[in-house]
């Protein structure tokens, strides 16, 4: 369960395995504060014989000092001094009694004697307690590294403790766009951001936690969710390219038995204006070709042609037809004729062994998040993952012309007459202003992209927080960020 700081937690705890503890002795918080946490001395806390400690940051030596404590086999930091070493700016704040940690536009509250840290409003649980020693707060090592998104790596040799710590290289935040983070977090976004323009990256940030005890980092493999239409709409049109089908080709031509499949061409299956049901069962294992057995037993909503109905039955439709031209699985023509060639390297299908942060959905009745499980997904609708990165690469690639024809893309962003919705993509504007955006969502997860056609910008979110309007999200971002 993750809960704000204001509704509290009942986490486990779990312990540090760098088995030593470093304190430095400067940066002294209030005596007063010290005096109400009761006054503690160091040397009491140093142990005899403790091994010695070596430290550097980013290859360089930690100018921690020499004074060092253990405690309960954690190793503990003042918040002052190791958090400046990390690049952050450290304040007291006499109001709330805690210890003020700002870096990239988050905001950490320390307080005495607690087991957890706020970060943006959300409790991380650390591995032990924050404690005043000879009137310094002091918090373990990785209380410090894990909401700071920087990285720590103990090794114990010849009696000696080596910590290597490495600051967050992968955040981008400049503070012209403290409006779209003040607006990020206002909503309590958990998930991982990205703003570019022109291919430069101007914000790449995460927000939230992947678990109790971590934070959701900004290279963090995210589900897609429905954001995986787009490369099921290229993918066919890829095919028409290559001259193995035609977006004019009718159901029936590739499913023979579909009934009124002569009715209804690969076209209207791209720009859901088919009729056909949007839902089915979804079964982990279950065949693609047995999903499509059970479509073909639902009556149409309406003639083809003639409305819009968004239908994630048809992109399951068309991940079929693509398996049954190319000869490959969808999976496998994806990964090998979109994402190698295009070097999206983090991006693919998603199995229960793809390592994404946890997803979460909310429970209005405890007014909290609770953890779900893997979701599954059938082909073509939401079955692929990806990063931040990768999909910056995939926008990219699209605008350049890498991944089909200039001809093909204006095709692929002409919308229906019934619904502002091209293949895959939907598209507003005129001109200069025309943008090309999606949604996608699953259990516990939420993504939306937004994309200039004609100015380079691009907006991705990923989220591991289900039920979000990222599409009303990326729109009022777009406006933040480029006045849009």
Do not use: C
Request: no cysteine; charged share 20%; net charge neutral.
């Amino acid at each position: 369960m993750i809960t704000k700081r204001k509704k509290g937690s009942g986490w486990t705890r779990i312990a540090l395995s760098a088995g030593m503890a470093l304190i430095v002795a400067a940066g002294v918080m209030p005596v007063q504060a010290a005096e109400a946490a009761g006054k503690e001395s160091l040397q009491a806390a140093v142990p005899t014989g403790a091994a010695s400690i070596q430290a550097e940051i980013d290859g360089r030596p930690a100018q921690w000092g020499d004074s060092v404590y253990t405690y309960r086999s954690l190793t503990y930091v003042p918040v002052r001094e190791g958090a400046v070493s990390l690049g952050a700016r450290v304040k007291w704040d006499k109001a709330q009694r805690a210890a003020i940690v700002t870096l990239n536009g988050d905001e950490l509250l320390y307080r005495p004697d607690s087991e957890t840290v706020s970060v943006n409003g959300y409790e991380l649980k650390m591995p032990g307690t924050t404690r005043y020693v000879g009137g310094i707060l002091t918090v373990p090592l990785r209380g410090l590294t894990e909401p700071l998104r920087a990285s720590v790596n103990p090794v114990s040799s010849g009696g000696v403790l080596n910590l290597s710590l490495k600051t967050d290289a992968a955040t981008v935040f400049d503070a012209k766009l403290e409006a779209v983070n003040a607006y990020l977090k206002e909503k309590e976004y958990s998930g991982s951001v990205l703003i570019a323009q022109d291919g430069k990256v101007l914000m790449r940030k995460a927000y939230g936690l992947s678990t109790d005890t971590t934070t959701v980092r900004p290279t963090d493999q995210m589900r897609l969710g429905s954001l995986t239409k787009a490369f099921t709409a290229a993918s066919i049109l890829k095919l028409e390219e290559e001259g193995k089908l035609s977006t004019d080709d009718t159901l029936a031509r590739h499913i023979p038995d579909y009934p009124r499949g002569d009715e209804i061409k690969l076209s209207m299956l791209l720009s859901h204006t088919s009729g056909i049901a949007l839902n089915f069962v979804r079964k982990e294992g279950t065949p693609l070709s047995e999903t499509v057995e059970e479509i073909k037993k639902s009556p149409l909503k309406f003639a083809p042609g003639t409305d819009y109905m968004y239908s994630n039955s048809g992109y399951v439709l068309l991940a079929y037809i693509i398996e049954q031209t190319s000869g490959m699985s969808y999976a496998d023509f994806v990964q090998t004729r979109i994402l190698d060639p295009l070097g999206m390297k983090h991006s693919g299908t998603a199995t229960r062994q793809t390592k994404t942060p946890t997803g979460y959905e909310y429970d209005w009745q405890t007014a909290a998040w609770n953890p779900v499980g893997y979701y599954f997904s059938p082909s073509g609708t939401g079955s692929l993952y990806s990063t931040l990165d990768d999909m910056l690469i995939w926008s990219q690639a699209l605008s350049a012309g890498k991944v089909l024809s200039e001809e093909t893309m204006e095709r692929m962003y002409t919308t229906s007459p019934y619904k502002n919705y091209g293949y895959g993509w939907h598209v507003d504007g005129q001109g200069s202003d025309r943008v090309a955006f999606h949604s996608g969502g699953g259990d516990g997860y939420t993504t939306g992209i937004r994309r200039g056609l004609n100015d380079g910008t691009v907006i991705i979110l990923l989220s591991n927080h289900g039920g979000l309007d990222t599409n009303a999200m990326t729109a009022k971002i777009r406006e933040l960020a480029f006045g849009q």
